[in-house]
């Protein structure tokens, strides 16, 4: 991220005037990508192809009482 930047996807991407404010906070470049709403149906599907391997990384949350 530090030598190329943050890479904004999804629909929060394409709000006006986002990704100069996110480039204002952090100091960093801030790109959309090409087709943001397209990339992240991609991203979930290469995530489903790999369940298995999620799975064992998951993290959980207890309820608190």
Do not use: C, F, W, Y
Not at 33 to 41: G, N, T, Y
Request: hydrophobic residues 40%; without cysteine; aromatic residues 0%.
């Amino acid at each position: 991220i530090m030598d190329r930047g943050i890479i904004m996807t999804g629909g929060g991407s394409l709000l006006r005037g986002l990704e100069n404010l996110v480039q204002a906070e952090t100091g960093m470049p801030v790109h959309i990508a090409e087709e943001p709403l397209l990339s992240v149906v991609r991203g979930t599907g290469k995530a489903l192809e790999e369940i298995e391997t999620l799975r064992k990384v998951q993290v959980t949350t207890k309820k608190l009482a």
